[in-house]
């Protein structure tokens, strides 16, 4: 069963940090780009981050660059999200995807499998 599964989210003060997994299972991540995406309540989901399967190059949207890093781990079939410096605005649902191919226009990528979604709350 092709599963994506993500964790390490939860409940923060501004400042802190958090580092989001992605696990992969029935199949093989290391073929595929990981994205991240986030959904604040009321708004649209917005894509993160991209790092792509074939040669680790990444994508990071503005607002989190300096802040967030995406990277994998292809002998763990997983993904992360290393998010320092958080900021009340980061609350959101965060979603990793698995994506044929990453792009600098990150709300543009398509997610060929998903996660079911992680929350992050950044409040004092």
């Known amino acids: 069963q092709v599963q994506l599964v993500e964790s390490g989210g939860g409940l923060v003060q501004p400042g802190r940090s958090l580092t989001l997994s992605c696990a992969a299972s029935?199949?093989?991540?290391?073929?595929?780009?990981i994205v991240w995406f986030r959904q604040a309540p009321g708004k649209e989901r917005e894509g993160v981050s991209c790092?792509?399967?074939?040669?680790?190059?990444?994508y990071t949207e503005d607002s989190v660059k300096g802040r967030f890093t995406i990277s994998r781990d292809n002998a763990k079939n997983t993904g992360y999200l290393q998010m320092n410096s958080l900021k009340p605005e980061d609350t959101g649902v965060y979603y990793c995807a698995a994506t044929w191919r990453c792009s600098a226009n990150l709300n543009s990528i398509v997610g060929d499998y998903w996660g079911q979604g992680t929350q992050v709350t950044v409040s004092s």
């Open positions: 790092i792509s399967g074939n040669d680790g190059s990444t």
């Open positions: 029935g199949f093989t991540l290391n073929y595929y780009g």
